[in-house]
């Protein structure tokens, strides 16, 4: 899922350089979705190791 959300952001790097603004937004606005959703599994995953 990592995976993903980085491959979103370059998207939204590569759109925004090239002057897409609207797509460079979304692709943005997806790659941090996925960034918060793998770092929350991330981090239940750890708790629940622990416990």
């Known amino acids: ?6 491959v979103f952001l370059v ?3 590569i759109a ?3 002057g897409f603004s ?3 937004g979304l692709a943005a606005t997806i790659a941090k979705v996925l960034f918060i959703v ?3 599994r991330a981090v239940v995953a750890f708790l629940r190791k622990k416990a």
Do not use: P, S, V
């Not at 899922?1 to 980085?6: C, G, I, K, Q, R």
């Open 1 to 6: 899922m990592l995976h993903y959300a980085l």
């Open 11 to 13: 998207i939204a790097l």
């Open 16 to 18: 925004a350089f090239l």
């Open 22 to 24: 609207g797509l460079a």
């Open 38 to 40: 793998c770092l929350i």
